[in-house]
């Protein structure tokens, strides 16, 4: 599974706490001086009381300096609408996503492409990093597209068996054909 840098993605709404938004595009800046944390949401006086708790936030961390490099990587995107902040997030693929608003379970559904969700305002990524029980190596960069989190599964070998009759021969023997003939 490819990993890099860490990153997280935060949808909301007008409902969201700004303060607990800050807290967690901040956590996951003090990651390293490549992570990236981006806030899409279709409310502008959000955005701006989000940047000023990420401003008042990170004069009170330990890891400032570091916190600080990330910055420069991370945004806050301005949308139309949660149509277009659903589309985003599925082209983006983030490996933590938070979303903070009003019918965050309805959007959670929509989500195809995620390394980890965490829904509502009281379930930050730093749960899942330490005592919710999820999964914390999970996929950066775009990779939530094709993988997931290491799981039990990563570390079960599996073989495939087949079994074709003659009669299932000659109905998938075309398809068969078809197929080795463009592979």
């Known amino acids: 599974m490819p ?35 981006i806030l899409v949401t279709t409310s502008e006086e959000l955005a701006d009381k989000v940047m000023l708790a990420v401003t008042e936030q990170l004069n009170a961390l330990s890891r400032k300096e570091i916190t600080a490099k990330a910055l420069a990587n991370c945004r806050i995107i301005l949308m139309k609408d949660i149509a277009e902040m659903v589309e985003f ?29 965490f829904m509502g305002p009281y379930t930050p990524e730093s749960a899942g990093d330490y005592a919710s029980g999820t999964n914390h190596t999970l996929p950066t960069n775009g990779y939530a597209k094709a993988y997931s989190g290491v799981n039990l599964d990563s570390f079960i070998k599996k073989i495939t068996f087949q079994e074709i009759t003659a009669d299932g021969l000659r109905k998938l023997g075309p398809a068969i054909q078809i197929m080795a003939a463009n592979e």
């Open 89 to 117: 997030t599925n082209l983006y693929a983030p490996e933590h996503l938070i979303i903070q608003t009003a019918d965050y379970i309805e959007i959670a559904e929509k989500i195809e492409n995620a390394g980890s969700v």
């Open 3 to 37: 990993a890099g840098p860490s990153e997280v993605e935060i949808i909301a709404d007008e409902t969201a706490n700004p303060q607990f938004i800050a807290a967690d595009f901040l956590s996951q800046a003090e990651h390293g001086g490549d992570s990236q944390s």
